[in-house]
């Protein structure tokens, strides 16, 4: 498999961020690089990128979640380390795209398949998979499809 491009960049970032005394976003990075060794050691060989950003996308998400709990717990330090963590993640993600055209997509994509009730959310999100994997938030993809298919 082929060396992804992501990697070395996050390890520039590292480098710079090392440099320009940034210690919040070298723990950061150097966390995501930790993960994405460790997915390389666990599949014994380098990962491309969008398995690279599938990681990134999981640790992104895992800060969502924590960031929502300290929130509710009155925790807004922790809740913008979160915060100030996932921007720093996002930075090496493609450019992600708006709700509006997720939906677009959607539609698109359920009118294709002429889907028309619940039990073809499956098909949709199979679809929707291949298109929208490290462009768009799936879990708001998910919510999409199951309201559009439900009305």
Known sequence: MSESSIKPL???AIKSSMKSGDKEKTTTLRMAISEIKKEEID?????NDPEVIAILQRM????????????SAGRKELAEKEEREILNL????????????????????ISDLN??????????MGAL?????????????SQTVKQ????
Do not use: C, H, W, Y
Request: net charge negative; hydrophobic share 30%; no cysteine.
């Open 10 to 12: 996050i390890n520039e």
């Open 90 to 109: 996002s930075e090496f993600l493609p450019e992600q795209l708006s709700e509006p055209e997720i939906e677009k997509v959607v539609s698109e994509t």
């Open 60 to 71: 992104i998400k895992q800060r969502k979640d924590s960031s929502s709990q300290f929130s």
């Open 115 to 124: 889907a028309e009730s619940p039990q073809d959310i499956g098909k949709v």
């Open 148 to 151: 559009s298919l439900s009305e």
């Open 43 to 47: 599949k014994k060989s380098d990962l």
């Open 129 to 141: 998979k291949s298109k929208l994997q490290g462009k768009a938030d799936m879990s708001f993809v």
